[in-house]
């Protein structure tokens, strides 16, 4: 099956721009979307169909998308934005075609 | 106010059956699919498989292909995961949510419900 390789986690300073790489064989040929998740609470979407943002979500909030990497961008780090980010595709030619990502332990310093 | 609203916390025993609910509400149930996803004790997001309640359509992770049974009751606006006999493997959260576009089952998930804590223990 599909395997998305990200970083376990990333530290970034208020005020500073958080990168986080979601890592696929050829995943700029898929539609990615990541997920923000604070502890005991559910995910929520955050970037949708690579760049796309769902209502309610700050422009901070960007994400891009070629080759074999993927990445959400967090621009002007806030408290509030540490959380656990996940990746996830939908990959057609596999009989297990919803994958996530391993994700991603975002720490604000 | 679009909504999902899952079943309470359960405690099992190691051989016992268990059946959980997701509750969809403020939009048209059988026009979207809704899918379950498996969340261990400190681990990453798994998907299980989707539903689609307008016909029963059903997909499965073939990682969860014959250990959980989905299924949906379009006239109460219910999505259900079931087990015929747990295992303590099975602790986890367990979260139903809603793709970001009706009848598309690759959307993203823009819905989720607050989750079904899952404890399996002897």
């Known amino acids: 099956s599909y395997v998305l390789t990200q970083p376990p986690s990333v530290s970034v300073a208020p005020g500073q721009t958080a990168r986080i790489t979601c890592g696929g064989n050829?995943?700029?040929?898929?539609?990615v979307h990541w997920y923000q998740q604070k502890p005991g609470q559910a995910p929520v979407l955050v970037v949708y169909d690579d760049s796309d943002r769902p209502s309610g979500i700050p422009e901070r909030f960007s994400g891009s998308n070629s080759g074999n990497t993927a990445t959400l961008t967090i621009s002007r780090v806030e408290a509030g934005d540490e959380a656990d980010y996940y990746c996830q595709v939908w990959d057609s030619s596999s009989d297990h075609p919803r994958v996530f990502g391993t994700g991603t332990k975002v720490t604000v310093l | 106010e679009v909504q999902l609203v899952q079943s309470g916390a359960e405690v099992k025993k190691p051989g016992e059956s268990l059946k959980i609910s997701c509750k969809g509400s403020g939009y048209s149930f059988t026009s979207y699919w809704i899918g379950w996803v498996r969340q261990m004790p400190g681990k990453g997001l798994e998907w299980m498989g989707i539903i689609y309640p307008g016909d029963s359509d059903t997909r499965y992770s073939p990682s969860f292909q014959g250990q959980v049974t989905i299924s949906a009751d379009k006239s109460i606006s219910t999505a259900y995961l079931q087990w015929s006999s747990l295992k303590a493997s099975d602790t986890a959260m367990y979260y139903c949510a809603r793709p970001l576009v009706p009848t598309v089952t690759s959307a993203a998930f823009d819905i989720w419900g607050q989750g079904t804590m899952v404890t399996v223990s002897s």
């Open positions: 050829n995943i700029g040929s898929k539609s």
